[in-house]
């Protein structure tokens, strides 16, 4: 049991001795870059609702609108239209009995070419009616931006570590880790304007300008640095 104590006792102390020192002079950092990048991606939901006492002449009707309508879309070039959310539900009178039925369907639509993708919703707005309209950055421009501002971002955390180790009087400094986040920010924005229409049938919507605004892009790095004498 004696040996047993003491061996116990030498093998504490061995790992003991071979512990790392305490780290002293750490300093935690942190440095962003930002970039204004104008949004290149559309995204729109128009969707059509009707009643009728029929549900069968009901479905007929949404399925011709919405058959229309996708056509139209795919009339232009480097326009996506995608089906949406449906649904059909009872309306009811006053006292509870089902006098028709309601349907509502959806058309999303998505494209690149503001202009093209204006167009298409004008057109499609002969049966269906405008629900929603964002712009975004599409992924591969979003990515593309963040890559290019890692660089500003390490170069400005390296700036502020030189600064720290010069106002302290130190040599120099290492890297002791440091974590690279990033994140994107659409400011608020009217996102349509109206214009005058075009030459166009009497009877056809007229195209709207749209107006697909800026994202702010920003590339945080954060991290500690160890100076040296």
């Known amino acids: 049991m004696k040996r047993l104590l003491s061996a116990l006792l030498l093998t504490s102390a061995s790992a003991f001795a071979q512990a790392e020192p305490p780290v002293f002079d750490v300093v935690n950092l942190q440095a962003e870059a930002r970039v204004t990048v104008p949004n290149d991606l559309m995204q729109a939901t128009l969707f059509v609702e009707r009643d009728n006492r029929n549900p069968s002449e009901l479905a007929a009707e949404i399925t011709r609108t919405l058959n229309q309508a996708t056509k139209a879309a795919q009339a232009f070039r480097g326009v ?3 089906t949406g959310s449906q649904s059909s539900w009872p309306v009811h009178d006053p006292k509870g009995k089902v006098i028709a039925w309601r349907s509502r369907a959806e058309l999303r639509l998505e494209s690149r070419d503001f202009d093209a993708a204006a167009n298409a919703i004008a ?3 002969n049966g269906m ?3 929603h ?3 975004a950055l599409a992924p591969e421009t979003a990515e593309a931006s963040e890559n290019a501002l890692i660089e500003k971002a390490i170069a400005a ?3 502020r570590a030189d600064v720290m180790a010069k106002s302290f009087g130190a040599k120099g400094w290492r890297v002791m880790n440091v974590n690279i986040g990033s994140g994107r920010d659409m400011p608020p924005m009217p996102y349509m304007r109206a214009m005058p229409m075009k030459a166009m049938a009497e009877d056809a919507m007229p195209v709207q300008d749209v107006q697909g605004g800026d ?3 920003t590339v945080n790095v954060n991290g500690a640095i160890q100076l040296q004498p």
Do not use: D, H, N, T
């Open 80 to 82: 996506k239209v995608s």
């Open 123 to 125: 057109q499609m707005q």
């Open 215 to 217: 994202s702010q892009i």
């Open 133 to 135: 309209i964002a712009f």
């Open 157 to 159: 955390f390296r700036a």
């Open 129 to 131: 009616q405008l629900g």
